[in-house]
């Protein structure tokens, strides 16, 4: 098996996952709530690396493989593109080793990001008023002509 960073194996810890425990694409897929195919989809994409890969070839993905999966799939819903969600990656990543201006910079872009995030769910929010309030109207309706039961 091809070593991580960290130099861990794919063993499974008495105390739960580990950050260095390497997991098959299927345990990441129902670790996170996305399918095998996605995950795929997001290699092919540039989102995601397994961050290593069996004697067999399988995929083998660490915690922070998942919680990078859990970014862009928590980006998804909110309509941000496969660029934008490469984009707010890598401004993550360097964030962790950034200094001085350079870090400044990534400041700036995450904040952009946060601001974009925040008016989509805002949006979203509006959105499901308005279906609770169709939903609402057409209760009210079977109701008014005795269709609702129970």
Not at 88 to 101: C, Q, S, Y
Request: hydrophobic content about 40%; overall charge negative.
């Amino acid at each position: 098996m091809t070593a991580t960073s960290r130099g861990t194996g794919p063993e499974q810890h008495a105390s739960g996952p580990a950050t260095g425990r390497l997991m098959q694409i299927g345990e990441a897929a129902e670790r996170v709530g996305l399918s095998i195919r996605t995950i795929r989809h997001y290699e092919e994409a540039g989102l995601i690396v397994p961050s290593a890969r069996s004697e067999g070839g399988f995929r083998l993905y660490t915690e922070p493989d998942l919680d990078r999966l859990a970014v862009v799939k928590r980006m998804k819903p909110l309509g941000f593109t496969l660029d934008e969600m490469r984009d707010l990656l890598a401004v993550l990543d360097a964030l962790d080793t950034a200094t001085g201006t350079g870090r400044v910079e990534l400041l700036d872009r995450l904040a952009m990001f946060h601001t974009a995030a925040t008016t989509r769910v805002a949006a979203l929010r509006e959105q499901l008023t308005m279906a609770e309030g169709f939903a609402d109207t057409l209760h009210d309706k079977l109701s008014h002509h005795g269709g609702v039961h129970g």
